[in-house]
């Protein structure tokens, strides 16, 4: 069955400091798509990226990057020059796909990690 | 286009009551589902439907849960003789498989968090 491992239960960094959160996952699929959502204290979960098993380039998206590594099955989360409003709790997450590579769906969550950032 | 809406947001009950939650997907989205999430932890799937079909649920959902989606639009999610441990947030989610709007991600609404008292 699939797992979801976020080592880090919580990270308290200063503004400005750069962050990396990590994520471990397993699965017998060859096919898979890996999240990481953000929830806020406001509790709604913000979809932050999808990434194809298939593709392994890293990706850059303002403050945000990725780093993505099917050798170690690790999906790692980066933000850069991190500010107070990135507290959050942020998931990683696994969603395993049929032989037609069709998403089944279902998504399996690590347990989060809770992000401070102090001003 | 509005996002997930999820009714009602909070609900106290005593228990052994039934209670319903209700979701509403984003206009069009085929895919619905559902998911716990308890404190401190990720959320956990419990169900999720393709239209109107219940294509999976999980061993977490027992037969005092049950979910329905009669039109393939909103879900409703019962829970029946309510149990302390039922306490948690119920999540709904939305995603399209078809469409302009393709893609896997799934579009969380705010839940609605139950006390069982």
């Known amino acids: 069955a699939q797992k979801v491992t976020q080592a880090q239960t919580e990270i308290s960094v200063v503004e400005k400091e750069d962050v990396t959160l990590d994520c471990v996952y397993e699965?017998?699929?060859?096919?898979?798509?890996l999240f990481w959502y953000k929830q806020p204290p406001s509790g709604e979960l913000v979809f932050l990226i999808r990434r194809n098993s298939f593709d392994e380039q890293n990706e850059i998206s303002g403050r945000y990057s990725w780093n993505f590594q099917k050798s170690t099955s690790s999906f790692n989360f980066t933000i850069t020059a991190s500010q107070v409003v990135d507290s959050a709790v942020y998931f990683c997450?696994?969603?395993?796909?049929?032989?037609?590579?069709?998403?089944?769906?279902?998504?399996?969550f690590g347990q989060g990690t809770i992000l401070t950032v102090h001003p | 286009d509005t996002g997930v809406s999820q009714d009602p947001r909070h609900k106290i009950t005593k228990r052994g009551q039934n209670v319903t939650f209700r979701c509403d997907p984003i206009?069009?989205?085929?895919?619905l589902y559902w998911y716990r999430q308890t404190l401190g932890q990720g959320p956990e799937f419990l169900t999720y439907f393709q239209n109107e079909a219940q294509l999976e649920k999980s061993r977490l959902l027992s037969d005092r849960f049950s979910a329905e989606r009669p039109k393939g639009s909103f879900s409703t999610l019962e829970i029946q003789r309510t149990e302390q441990g039922d306490s948690a947030m119920y999540l709904c989610?939305?995603?399209?498989?078809?469409?302009?709007?393709?893609?896997?991600?799934?579009?969380f609404g705010p839940g609605t968090r139950l006390t069982v008292t």
């Open positions: 989610a939305s995603s399209s498989l078809t469409g302009p709007d393709f893609n896997y991600e799934q579009y």
């Open positions: 699965t017998r699929d060859t096919t898979y798509y």
């Open positions: 206009s069009e989205h085929n895919r």
């Open positions: 997450a696994l969603s395993e796909t049929n032989a037609g590579g069709t998403s089944y769906g279902k998504l399996t």
